[in-house]
């Protein structure tokens, strides 16, 4: 039986299940789906062992439930010097610190899904779907190349091979003789958090609001996960107070706000999501979170749901670039030729606050940071997230490119609580869902051999062009100073990000409803996946389930199409 000692005993994985497992040990390089199925093709089984698996690519919890699919009995995650830098000298990691995160397949209060957890007793005890029944926990670089070495079986792809000192990277499972025992005991508790709001109320529009918000906690000293993040915000706070003060008018009102429990899967906002719900598909604009704000200076990143990405590029053209004199972000992410849109901007994360008001709340979301085009920050989430440590990774200039987020941020919030007309772009989703739905045109003929089509979630799609198209050319006509016309322009262009929530889920078992940006059987994704079987895996092809995932679409994206187009008397459809 192996017996290692874990330097870092105070770093461990929320929500892990606890007790104790005994299992060989299986490579699974960064345990994504595919890489689950490369071992299948290797003739590796999980099945009863113990997984080990690299940091990077897809979240702890994400791992975990593809460890729990492939029936592991445990998981084992560790930072792989190929991805993070292990000499500290050179601002790396110690190779015995082992990285924090959480295992819960959600956001919120993994005890209450779905509703606010304000009162515990008012309603009864759920345990999220999204909890792993299996153990999960972090270890160092220096336990994984110990733990490597006693490997046997194939060897792994060479794309799956990092740095490890003296490893030859096998998948494993090992000698029957080598058996791993791995014991996890975590304490469940119930903890009273704070979520802090400041307002500055808008003029004509004070019951619409942007939200701007910064997660407060961190495991460690937390200067990148938190500590810049709400410097900011409450520069931002600052500034725009002075700006009212000196005669700037809001039209809209702004919020901002310093999350709770952030680091146990963006608790504080999620909660309050749950609880605000109904009022906030009324009022709420758009949110900006600035965790995470500054990881590094060379590459801008904006992890955003489509509606924000022009009012995005008109503001990059704007702000300085913290190391590039004389240019802009827009020029310093184009200067080789490459297209803004193709370097700079990503999914909304899981992890991130601005997923759960997108993809729960139905809120426009971004996230803005600053990265290292060559290397990532390799003290987050760990004890030596010091701001010495950040502000060497940066060269000294952390507080530059902290005040260029300020100004890109701040230059955002102008736009959205200033413009007369509300800058979210509905148009682009008629070009995203377009987009997507062509990936669906290469099994078009394998539908049609079972007499199946898809022609009314394209009849829906086109509704929803037809419908924007409508709306910019009603805006386009209509007098430009008519507040009753701007307001109702307004709650439409607000409202379209919240009628892409599924209302054919419920929110206490799918709360992430969103088609486009969220998770579950309702979603484009899942229903593409699924069609993909009937080339892949024909036998597995489910025909009720897929008409039932075909269905949710459809209605989904016509019910956005339907909102859209304003009065009910304008909506042409045949029943």
């Not at 005890?125 to 909890?131: E, Q, R, T, V």
């Not at 739905?437 to 051999?449: M, P, R, T, V, W």
């Not at 199946?452 to 709306?471: H, I, V």
Request: aromatic share 10%; net charge negative.
């Amino acid at each position: 039986m192996e017996e290692l000692l874990l330097e870092d005993p105070e770093v461990y994985c929320p929500y892990s299940a606890s007790g104790t497992v005994v299992g060989g040990l299986v490579f699974a390089n960064y345990g994504r789906r595919e890489d689950f199925a490369v071992l299948g093709q290797q003739g590796v089984s999980p099945r009863g062992h113990l997984v080990l698996v690299r940091i990077g690519k897809i979240s702890y919890a994400e791992k975990v439930a593809n460890a729990e699919a492939s029936q592991a009995e445990g998981l084992l995650i560790y930072p792989d010097p190929g991805d993070i830098p292990q000499d500290l000298r050179k601002l790396g990691l110690f190779p015995n610190i082992s990285i924090y995160g959480h295992v819960h397949m959600g956001a919120g209060d993994p005890y209450s899904p779905g509703f606010p957890s304000f009162n515990h007793t008012q309603f009864p005890p759920i345990k999220s779907s999204g909890l792993p029944t299996i153990l999960a926990h972090p270890i160092s670089a220096a336990v994984a190349a110990r733990l490597l070495r006693q490997l046997t079986g194939p060897p792994a792809p060479p794309a799956w091979k990092g740095q490890l000192p003296e490893v030859a990277y096998l998948l494993g499972p090992g000698d029957p003789g080598f058996r791993l025992q791995l014991g996890v005991h975590n304490v469940r508790q119930s903890v009273m958090i704070n979520n802090i709001f400041g307002c500055i109320e808008g003029k004509f529009e004070p019951d619409h609001y942007l939200i701007v918000g910064a997660q407060r906690d961190s495991l460690g000293p937390g200067a990148a996960r938190s500590g810049v993040g709400t410097a900011i915000l409450l520069e931002l706070a600052r500034t725009f107070v002075a700006m009212v003060q000196n005669g700037f008018q809001l039209r809209r009102s702004l919020l901002f706000v310093s999350w709770d429990a952030g680091d146990f899967g963006s608790v504080g906002s999620t909660e309050w999501l749950e609880g605000y719900l109904t009022m906030l598909h009324l009022k709420a604009a758009a949110y900006i979170s600035v965790d995470n704000a500054v990881l590094g200076d060379d590459k801008f990143l904006a992890k955003t749901s489509p509606a924000l990405i022009s009012l995005i590029d008109s503001v990059i053209r704007q702000v300085d670039s913290p190391n590039r004199s004389g240019q802009t972000i827009f020029e310093q992410m184009t200067e080789q030729g490459q297209r803004w849109e193709n370097e700079g901007i990503l999914p909304l994360p899981m992890g991130s606050s601005a997923f759960a008001f997108t993809s729960f709340g139905g809120v426009p979301a971004v996230e803005f940071s600053f990265a290292e085009d060559s290397r990532p920050y390799p003290f987050l989430n760990t004890m030596l997230d010091t701001y010495d440590n950040l502000n060497r990774a940066l060269q000294g200039r952390l507080p530059a490119v902290a005040k260029t987020v300020a100004e890109v941020v701040g230059h955002l919030l102008i736009k959205l609580s200033h413009d007369h007309l509300l800058p979210l772009d509905y148009w682009c989703y008629g070009d995203v869902l377009l987009q997507k739905i062509a990936h669906f045109n290469e099994y078009n003929l394998q539908l049609k051999s079972r007499g199946l089509t898809l022609q009314w979630m394209y009849s829906a799609r086109g509704d929803y062009a037809r419908a924007a198209e409508k709306l910019r050319k009603d805006i386009h006509t209509s007098e430009e100073h008519n507040e009753r016309l701007l307001r109702m322009f307004n709650v439409r262009i607000m409202r379209v990000e919240f009628y892409f929530l599924s209302q054919y889920v419920a929110v206490t078992e799918t709360p992430f409803r969103h088609i486009l940006h969220g998770r579950g059987p309702h979603t484009l994704q899942a229903l593409l996946e699924h069609v993909s079987l009937l080339r892949d895996a024909p036998e597995r092809f489910d025909e009720v389930l897929f008409r039932r995932q075909l269905a949710l679409v459809t209605w989904t994206l016509q019910g956005a199409a339907n909102a859209l187009s304003g009065d009910v008397w304008n909506i042409d459809n045949n029943f």
